[in-house]
């Protein structure tokens, strides 16, 4: 798509920001791209280095990356800043957003995209500082975010749209995955509170719920439970496009798309939900 024209000219000029948009072939990549060619002024934050000892540099968006992105965008005609992030510090994410207000003028739009997703382990070998970790980039994060973005979008008074994106594990449980899951059911109640207090304002509070993406976190994901199935990579992919009626995983381009939708005035008059991005293997 060029950054022309987009598909919803009402987002044209809209400031988002979206967390953990640092990384190549991520979720948040794909959607700030999407957004650019929407028009949307976007800020792109990430944590920017690894930090502490659950956060391999492999997992990690670095500010060398994030600004990589940032200049491809901005090359292809997007309007785009970056800001460095941590979402685990209630001071980073309220700077984030007053960062956001202050270059751009106006913050309408918040994704809290940021997680983690790589520390699997059956339950009674999950270490509970594990354990914390992703509750608290999944789950804290998000309820930061929420809480500065909309702090802002009320004293506005223009209304909003606040998106987390949750995952096909806020809906099923997987084994190795019980931080994960609890993580992103609990966004999921985070998702329906706030939608119940910020709907008078015209602020929409909605979930995005993906199944698995064969790029980024999802392609380590894929990887370990190929291995911890013993099933081998080949065949637990096969497996997977067996079940899904689509025929095929996820691609970044499909939350994208919803991600779009949900900003848009299309999507107007739907809040609260946890909407499955899933080519039909979820259905709840
Ligand atoms: N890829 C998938 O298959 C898939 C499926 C469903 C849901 N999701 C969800 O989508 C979101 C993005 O995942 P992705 O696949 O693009 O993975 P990714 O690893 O590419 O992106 C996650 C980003 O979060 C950042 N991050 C981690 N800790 C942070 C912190 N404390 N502060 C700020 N940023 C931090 C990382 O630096 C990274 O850039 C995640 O919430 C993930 O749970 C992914």
């Not at 080949?234 to 497996?239: G, I, L, S, W």
Request: one cysteine or more; charged letters at 20%.
């Amino acid at each position: 798509m060029t950054y022309a024209q987009g598909k919803y000219p009402e987002l044209a000029g809209k400031v988002a920001v979206i967390t953990g948009a640092g990384r190549r072939e991520g979720l948040g990549e794909a959607m700030a791209r999407r957004l650019a060619a929407e028009g949307v002024k976007v800020v792109l934050t990430d944590i920017g280095h690894a930090a502490g000892e659950h956060m391999p540099e492999q997992a990690v968006g670095t500010s060398a990356e994030m600004e990589e992105i940032a200049a491809e965008i901005r090359a292809a005609g997007g309007d785009v800043a970056t800001c460095v992030c941590n979402v685990l510090e209630p001071q980073e994410v309220h700077a984030a957003a007053e960062f956001a207000l202050g270059h751009f003028g106006s913050l309408d739009i918040w994704i809290n995209n940021a997680g983690i997703g790589y520390l699997m382990a059956p339950i009674v070998d999950m270490a509970a500082d594990k354990w914390d970790a992703v509750l608290g980039v999944n789950l804290r994060g998000a309820f930061l975010g929420i809480k500065y973005a909309a702090e802002i979008m009320l004293r506005q008074g223009r209304g909003g749209r606040i998106i987390n994106i949750g995952s096909q594990a806020s809906k099923s449980g997987f084994a190795h995955a019980a931080a994960y899951t609890a993580s992103k059911h609990g966004m999921v109640g985070l998702t329906r509170s706030a939608a119940q207090e910020l709907g008078p304002a015209g602020i929409t509070v909605n979930t995005l719920c993906p199944n698995h993406v064969t790029t980024g976190l999802g392609a380590w994901q894929n990887t370990h439970f190929s291995e911890v199935t013993g099933k081998g990579y080949e065949r637990y992919m096969d497996d997977m496009r067996a079940r899904i009626p689509l025929g095929r995983p996820g691609l970044q381009e499909d939350v994208a798309k919803a991600c779009a939708f949900l900003c848009s005035d299309e999507a107007s008059y739907i809040t609260g939900e946890a909407m499955n991005v899933s080519g039909g293997e979820e259905y709840h």
